[in-house]
């Protein structure tokens, strides 16, 4: 009899071990830091300084946000990277550049600028905005902060090889440059070929540059369906639900090109692991079963004014749509929290094998 109870103990035992463990899994903190490139999508307040028509520090942008209120977001609630965080294990969001100081820097930051491209001219029209190789310079300077805080740069480097470092541009370089015709002339200088190359050798040189400074862990983020935006289905649709093609198109090369500098820096950086997600992919999947998401309006804005609410982002205090979870798109070119969400969870854990590759950004977090 005291065998059989001590045989039960011992099973209950491991029972309650493999519990522990799985939620420990769940919850803890599986990366030092998380840093942050990108624009309007992932955007968490740095441009709320600059003097600039990309802004989105007022209601009701944020009205979803814990706690509700405007922090700078292009969106009701949560961005992409914030829903990573969260899967990541962070107990908060990580902080926007403009914002953080003294340790708080060791968790990571958030460089993201709403406008900003890989080219340096990208967004001009706009007003003020931080470029991608103006997000690296801000990086760099915050390596600088964090040697001083851990004492000597091998530490530092140290430090920084267990950290993600996720990229998020090139929408820009499209919606405002290359499709803008009234202010750049770039496509009527560059086919869309040559424009990808031109923004794939500036991008490159820009991963090369957080690689000199410590990064290791590398995930980029492809561009999305940006033909299918509110904007661009009010301004080039005729039916006002037809994509624009010719901007998917080539949305899709510049995709293509990303992919494969991902095998490019893996063959040639043993050190590092660099992972490309298919943001386009992810969002072609969800316009085309938006009833298995939830979604019931995917070509128009919950705010915003004109035909698809594309003609222009939300206006101050605009009362938007009350079935937020239903809109794909929250303004003219962001999705809601809801799609946010969606795109984030399958970035961090790849739903379909199409998702990420060569493996998703859970599996980064592990290596």
Known sequence: ??????????????????????????????????????????????????????????????????????????????????VIAELLGFDDYIPPYVSVSGREILRGVNYASAAAGIREETGQQLGGRISFSGQVRNYQNTVSQMVNLLGDEDTTANYLSKCIFSIGLGSNDYLNNYFMTQFYSSSRQYTPEQWSDILIQQYTQQLRNLYDYGARKFVLIGVGQIGCSPSELAQNSPDGRTCVERINSANQIFNNKL???????????PDAKFIYINAYGIFQDITSNPARYGFTVTNAGCCGVGRNNGQITCLPMQNPCPNRNEYLFWDAFHPTEAANTIIGRRSYSAE???????????????L
């Open 352 to 366: 379909s094998p199409s998702d990420a590759y060569p493996f998703d950004i859970r599996h980064l977090a592990q």
């Open 259 to 269: 992919k494969s500098i991902v095998d490019q820096f893996n063959g040639n950086t």
């Open 1 to 82: 009899m005291e065998v059989k109870r001590s045989s039960w103990k011992w099973w209950w035992a491991v029972v309650s071990a493999v519990v522990l463990v799985m939620h420990g899994c769940a919850s803890a903190q599986q990366v030092p830091c998380y840093f942050i490139f990108g624009d309007s999508l992932v955007d968490n307040g740095n441009n709320n300084q600059l003097t600039s028509l990309a802004r989105a520090d007022y209601l009701p942008y944020g009205i979803d946000f814990n706690p509700p209120g405007p922090t700078g977001r292009f969106s009701n609630g949560k961005s992409t990277v914030d």
